[in-house]
């Protein structure tokens, strides 16, 4: 049976204990109350009161709350998710509608609109939008193979092809079906399992490719199925 296009729209409380996983599907979470500590695909941030943010389908996500916090979480795979990047264009709109909804909940005729109201606030109108730059995704990727050995971002990415990461995320998203940090790791996992089939020992392999250990490397093919 396929997934709902819209999936449940919750309130979660998140506490001192360490959680790690990635969804098949979009999150958005947004503070009510409370820090919630983020660190998604390697890319660390902070969850307060009012603060959003949207987790690609994929993008591993570590998670832990030492003080306690609470979020308004939606699990969606709805696919104009997928054209939206990780901040919401109207940030204000998007905190006074979490906390409304917070307030309201559970009220089934305020969750029935919540899933549509958040997707407006958060991403760009379209009218508003500027003819899009070409990506050329072939000469990115060789750019990054070249650089796998150095930290890179999604900022550095973004850099290269003259968008903003949050533009950069959206087109990733649109070209790719994943976010730039999905996309990344996809280039690093190619480039270590081509390095590691011409012979590069596996410590060699992860140096080249930017893991911080061999074991590291090890367990992100494993886990990758290569």
């Known amino acids: 049976m396929s997934s709902p296009a819209v999936l449940p729209l919750s309130l979660r409380d998140y506490g001192p204990s360490h959680g790690s996983h990635a969804h098949a599907h979009h999150q958005l979470l947004v503070g009510l109350d409370g820090l919630l500590e983020l660190e998604v695909e390697g890319r660390g941030q902070r969850l307060g009161a009012g603060d959003a943010v949207l987790i690609a389908p ?21 696919a104009a998710w997928g054209l939206c990047g990780p901040q919401p264009h109207q940030p204000r709109q998007v905190a006074a509608l979490a906390n409304y909804l917070a307030q309201a909940w559970p009220q089934p005729l305020a969750l029935s609109f919540a899933p549509a109201l ?7 109108p379209r ?57 990344l790791r996809g280039q690093r996992l190619a480039q270590a399992r081509s390095l590691h089939d011409a012979g590069w020992s596996v410590r060699e392999t992860a140096l080249r490719t930017g ?9 992100a093919l494993r886990r990758a199925g290569l």
């Open 58 to 78: 994929g993008d591993r996500h570590d998670f832990e709350s030492p003080r306690g916090s609470r979020c308004l979480v939606l699990d969606s795979d709805h």
């Open 118 to 124: 958040l997707l407006e606030a958060w991403r760009t």
């Open 127 to 183: 009218a508003t939008q500027r003819p899009r730059r070409a990506i050329d995704w072939l000469s990115l990727s060789a750019w990054v193979q070249a650089r796998l050995s150095q930290p890179l971002n999604v900022a550095d990415l973004a850099q290269q092809v003259h968008l903003s990461p949050s533009q950069f995320a959206t087109r990733c998203q649109e070209a790719h079906g994943m976010g730039p940090l999905a996309w």
């Open 211 to 219: 893991y911080r250990s061999p074991s590291a490397l090890t367990a």
